[in-house]
């Protein structure tokens, strides 16, 4: 059975941190792209960050330079250190193994999605 579960959300003030991360089974996560999507309140899901099996990893512009995603093979988990937070990266945050160019924020290599809320 395939299984993505998040965790490390939270609510953070405006220019604090939090780390995500998420724990993957039941696929070949080292032969995997994993990625970070998330949804804002009335938003659609998007693409915030992406690393390839072979560690190449691209943000989007809005994250670029404050968020930063790194995999751990050993562990089967790909994390988001995400810094200098800000009250529009409140969302639910999800991890996805594969690339989606319109990702829905859930299927069978989705996790179930974490919160994060930033307060300013």
């Known amino acids: 059975e395939v299984q993505l579960v998040e965790s490390g959300g939270g609510s953070v003030q405006a220019g604090g941190s939090l780390r995500l991360s998420c724990t993957a089974s039941g696929f070949s996560f080292d032969d995997s792209d994993m990625g970070w999507y998330r949804r804002a309140p009335g938003n659609e899901c998007e693409l915030v960050s992406t690393?390839?099996?072979?560690?190449?990893?691209n943000y989007a512009e809005s994250v670029k330079g404050r968020f930063t995603i790194s995999q751990d093979n050993a562990k089967n988990t790909v994390y988001l250190q995400m810094n200098s937070l800000k009250p529009e990266d409140t969302a639910v945050y999800y991890c996805?193994?594969?690339?989606?160019?319109?990702?829905?924020?859930?299927?069978?290599?989705w996790g179930q999605g974490t919160q994060v809320i930033v307060s300013s």
């Open positions: 690393i390839t099996s072979d560690g190449i990893t």
């Open positions: 996805a193994a594969g690339y989606y160019s319109h990702p829905r924020c859930g299927g069978n290599f």
